[in-house]
Every structure is written in C-alpha cells, then in structure tokens.
C-alpha cells in the first residue's frame, strides 16, 4: 500500500479515502527568442535536434537553470495554496516586537 502525507501540514492521507492534490512545479530560464519573423517551427524543431544533449552526458545534470517539483496537498492545504500560491501575503503575516 502507498502511503501518502501532505507536503505542508504532514497529515497523513488515506489512498482510497482522502482526497489528495497534486501540484507540479516547473522552474526554468525564460530566454526570450531574438530569431527573424519567418523562423518557423520546423527551423525550430531542427535546431532543437542539432543541440540536443547525448542523454547519459552528466554534465546535463549539473545545470541549474531547470528544476521539476512535485508535492501531495490534502483537501484544506490545497485551498491554502490556490489562494496564495507564492505565499505573498503570508510572508506579510511575520510580526516583530520594536524592542
């Protein structure tokens, strides 16, 4: 049996009787494109073939400019995050005594 626990709280999640979220999150290098007007997807596709890394190159590893995450939300954390996802206005929250 899998076992599931939420992300932020640690409650722990029943597979077949919770309801579970899942998000996914992507981070990479946003490059903006400085190719002509009349670049298309097939000069695109062939380019991104030309410059395709050999898969067991390790040096691919090593890159930080892309990051997958993946994390399991139940019911009430994931309403949490939907409404602030960057935690904006929870990081506003954080009071200190003027001492």
Not at 15 to 23: G, H, I, K, P
Not at 34 to 44: G, H, K, L, Q, V
């Amino acid at each position: 049996m899998i076992k599931y626990v939420c992300d932020m709280c640690g409650r722990p999640l029943l597979e077949n009787e919770d309801v579970r979220y899942v998000v996914k999150i992507d981070v990479y290098a946003a490059v903006e494109s400085s190719e002509p007007d009349d670049y298309d997807d097939i000069d695109a596709m062939e380019d991104m073939l030309d410059n395709a890394e050999d898969p067991a190159d390790d040096s691919a590893a090593d890159d930080d400019s892309f990051a997958t995450f993946r994390f399991d939300l139940c019911p009430a954390c994931h309403k949490r995050y939907l409404a602030d996802p960057l935690f904006r206005k929870s990081n506003r929250r954080i009071g200190f005594s003027e001492n």
